[in-house]
């Protein structure tokens, strides 16, 4: 994967054990946001665990995982996760992607996914996939405004009820 990738505004930069301290703060950050969602939370995986083994789907290789971290003003402002190969040799796997809420609505998202699609292209990468918790209606707005138009799963254990999870995996073709 590329060690740094620039957008008119951020610099995306594979994470190092050097941010950990911030990393982690994210992190918390994040399972707080998806409190709504617990089962969906990434609290399972310590952010030191990524980095050194990889949060890899089944059968995963760690040399095909990166996880970047998203500057604003050299300032790390979030993070997200790509699996290259899964679940098929072409497509890119995102797990996970969070802004801190004070850097929400301002484009960022796109700038990344933009970009994103672009360096995937170049590589020979044909789509990109990405799951979204069914109680998560602003992150799906999100990524279907950004192109994830179709559905490929869903998943879930019953109805909605509180202790019940659900996600809805997109996929967007490149």
Known sequence: MIETIKTKRLTLKQSSRDELIFLDDLQRKCNNY????????????????????????????????????????????????????????????????????AYRNNGFGKEIIEELCKEFKSIGLLKIRLGVSLRNWTGFTFWFKNGFDKVTKIRCDGNCAPDNFGVVELEKSL
């Open 34 to 101: 998806f409190s709504f969602d617990p089962k969906s939370s990434t609290d399972d995986v310590s952010m030191e665990e990524c980095l050194i083994s990889g949060s890899l789907p089944p059968y995963g290789i760690k040399e095909n995982y990166s996880m970047y971290s998203i500057y604003f003003n050299e300032k790390i402002i979030g993070y997200f996760d790509i699996y290259i190969g899964y679940p098929k040799k072409f497509i890119a796997y995102i797990s996970i992607m969070f802004i801190e809420e």
